[in-house]
């Protein structure tokens, strides 16, 4: 069985600051990971995604996020937040296998920049 | 052009009617699949259909019935609605499974049952 959680169902920054979003994932075997951004009344968009080799992985608009398997984690990052990214971030699981077809998804974190 | 695309766009309708949301992807992509996204924005898979066959269906009430009459489309007829029906609802297409295509989401249909 595979889970997300995710850290924090809001964070707030001030544009210019780092943005940092936290997600922590269960899988039985080796997993994909993938963070999507919504924005309002939109439907969801790829940021980026890991499956297999690098562990640092870079997506658009800035972001990037790192497979850490000995903490179970993948948090997103970006050096600069600017106003254009304040939306609804998910992390998302699949799995290997049949379960490959299936998206696990977090709660969401709510990111708002502040001028 | 529109890569995966829903309609209607909002729905409102009373409890007990049946409603059918429509897909419809020009990706070429071999994969389809139905979320819901709760009022608190979680969101949830629902069915899953590889070459029109389905993949993954999460335990969703009897009253959810997909059709895919070819791999471009991916419909969800409801019947019965509830009032708990109520969400938005995310069809989506990718390559493949996840370890090999990106999914691709449409824009969403509103569902309010009255």
């Known amino acids: 069985a595979q889970s997300v959680t995710q850290l924090g169902s809001h964070v707030s920054v001030s544009e210019g600051a780092l943005v940092l979003l936290r997600c922590n994932y269960s899988?039985?075997?080796?997993?994909?990971l993938f963070w999507y951004v919504q924005y309002p009344n939109q439907g969801l968009q790829l940021l980026l995604k890991?499956?297999?080799?690098?562990?640092l992985v870079k997506g658009i608009n800035g972001f990037e996020a790192e497979f850490k398997k000995s903490e179970t984690s993948f948090h997103l990052t970006k050096p600069s937040a600017h106003m254009s990214d304040a939306a609804e971030y998910f992390c998302?699981?699949?799995?290997?296998?049949?379960?490959?077809?299936?998206?696990?998804f977090g709660k969401g974190t709510l990111l708002t920049v502040n001028p | 052009d529109t890569a995966v695309s829903q309609t209607p766009k909002y729905l409102v309708t009373q409890m007990g009617n049946d409603k059918s949301i429509k897909c419809e992807q020009n990706?070429?992509?071999?994969?389809m699949y139905w979320y819901k996204q709760d009022s608190k924005k979680f969101l949830k898979i629902m069915f899953s259909?590889?070459?029109?066959?389905?993949?993954i269906n999460e335990t969703v009430p009897n009253r959810f019935s997909p059709k895919s009459p070819d791999k471009a489309h991916l419909n969800l007829h409801i019947n019965s609605l509830e009032l708990g029906d109520s969400a938005v609802y995310f069809c989506?297409?990718?390559?493949?499974?996840?370890?090999?295509?990106?999914?691709?989401f449409g824009p969403g249909t509103r569902l309010l049952v009255l």
């Open positions: 989506a297409s990718s390559r493949g499974g996840a370890s090999s295509g990106t999914q691709y």
């Open positions: 899988s039985s075997v080796p997993p994909y």
């Open positions: 890991y499956t297999t080799g690098a562990t």
């Open positions: 998302a699981v699949s799995e290997s296998g049949g379960s490959n077809y299936k998206l696990t």
């Open positions: 990706l070429g992509h071999d994969t």
């Open positions: 259909y590889n070459n029109k066959e389905l993949i």
